[in-house]
T-cell receptor, first 113, second 112 residues
């Protein structure tokens, strides 16, 4: 079974500063990788995903993540954060031939003015 | 619009009661999942179903039950055997090939 590790439970950052949220997983065998965002009292929304092809994937609101197979990582980055980015972010892994999603414990991003 | 609908948004349960959380999807997905979310613990899998009339226990199934009589519906019952049911419950459906999970807006259950 996969395991997903998000080492930082909380990340405080000032507005317009860069941020990186870290995600590591246990196995790189035929995996798909995801970042989801959750606002208070809401469900999870897909932010971006890696299925195949280019290892760098981007979201429409300026986030990007890079699939690093050798380090089994999928860190999420944004060069300049906004107050509206304050939310909890979950990294997730799935496997093509095994019908399960594995989620990390989440990272709360708190953007301060 | 296609999506997943969870109801109710807020639910209060008395000690010893069973309650049922609704989850309906119109995305035509075979696989549906129930997760429990507690502060600082991420998402924990309760039950999942890959096809109608079939379901499997997840990591924390004790005190919960499910049914999957229709492709569109996957209700979760929180029984009186669940000793600490207060939590945020999320339902999801997953595309064939596991290329994306779609979530409902969640149900917050509180024991009073």
């Amino acid at each position: 079974a996969q395991s997903v590790t998000q080492l930082d439970s909380q990340v405080p950052v000032f507005e317009e500063a860069p941020v990186e949220l870290r995600c590591n997983y246990s196995s790189s065998v035929s995996v798909y990788l995801f970042w989801y965002v959750q606002y208070p009292n809401q469900g999870l929304q897909l932010l971006l995903k890696y299925l195949s092809g280019s290892t760098l994937v981007e979201s429409i609101n300026g986030f990007e993540a890079e699939f690093n197979k050798s380090q089994t990582s999928f860190h999420l980055r944004k060069p300049s954060v906004h107050i509206s980015d304050t939310a909890e972010y979950f990294c997730a892994v799935s496997e093509y031939n095994f019908n399960k999603f594995y989620f990390g414990s989440g990272t709360k991003l708190n953007v301060k003015p | 619009d296609g999506g997943i609908t969870q109801s109710p948004k807020y639910l209060f349960r008395k000690e010893g009661q069973n309650v049922t959380l609704s989850c309906e999807q119109n995305l035509n997905h075979d696989a549906m999942y129930w997760y429990r979310q507690d502060p600082g613990q991420g998402l924990r899998l309760i039950y999942y179903s890959q096809i109608v009339n079939d379901f499997q226990k997840g990591d924390i199934a004790e005190g919960y039950s499910v049914s999957r009589e229709k492709k569109e519906s996957f209700p979760l019952t929180v029984t009186s055997a669940q000793k600490n049911p207060t939590a945020f419950y999320l339902c999801a459906s997953i595309t064939t090939g596991n290329t994306e999970a779609f979530f409902g807006q969640g149900t917050r259950l509180t024991v009073v």
